[in-house]
């Protein structure tokens, strides 16, 4: 799980681990406290009306952390939720012809898993492409996605 974040929070973690009695999972919830993160609690998520999840394409699907993040929501029930996913991913690591083909990706995969969930979906998943590894994002995708954001915020409204 720790490998999702970045180094800075990953760091902090770690100091926590060091406290007697902390494990883990304290040492992460500390951490989002320290840092004035909201601690994500996947049951809270049946008392939303909407639900936009995403993460990086890792191997034409999604990453560990999010595996795990859709695992939690076996147990929850979405029915009736709206809900939107998305991703990142490099597009370079495979040509337009097969990406258009095959078009696997974690927006996909997550956006099955709300599906099934019976979570009406709002808007297509869509993808945000990055250069290189890591980033930075392709031009226009910022503005893509907030155009995304303004469109489900009327759709939702
Ligand atoms: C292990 C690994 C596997 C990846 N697999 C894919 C892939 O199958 N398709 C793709 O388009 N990008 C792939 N990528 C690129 C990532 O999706 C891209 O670097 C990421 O979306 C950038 O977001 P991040 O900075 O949050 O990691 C992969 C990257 C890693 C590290």
Do not use: W
């Not at 952390?65 to 929501?73: C, P, S, T």
């Not at 956006?111 to 492409?129: D, F, H, P």
């Amino acid at each position: 799980m720790f490998d999702f974040y970045a180094e800075p929070f990953a760091n902090l973690i770690e100091e926590f681990k060091k406290m007697p009695g902390i494990g883990p999972k304290s040492a992460q919830r500390l951490s989002f406290y320290v840092l004035g993160l909201p601690v994500s609690d996947v049951e809270k998520l049946a008392e939303y009306d909407f639900i936009a999840a995403g993460g990086p394409t890792h191997i034409l699907r999604t990453s560990k952390a999010m595996k795990e993040f859709l695992e939690k929501l076996r147990n929850v029930d979405l029915k009736g939720l709206k809900g939107f996913s998305f991703d990142t991913r490099n597009e370079s690591r495979m040509n337009h012809r097969s990406l258009m083909l095959l078009e696997n990706s974690a927006a996909r995969v997550i956006e099955g898993v709300l599906k099934r969930k019976k979570v009406y979906i709002v808007k297509t998943r869509c993808s945000a492409l990055v250069e290189g590894r890591g980033g930075p994002l392709f031009d226009g995708m910022k503005e893509r996605f907030r155009r995304i954001g303004t469109e489900i915020a009327e759709l939702i409204h």
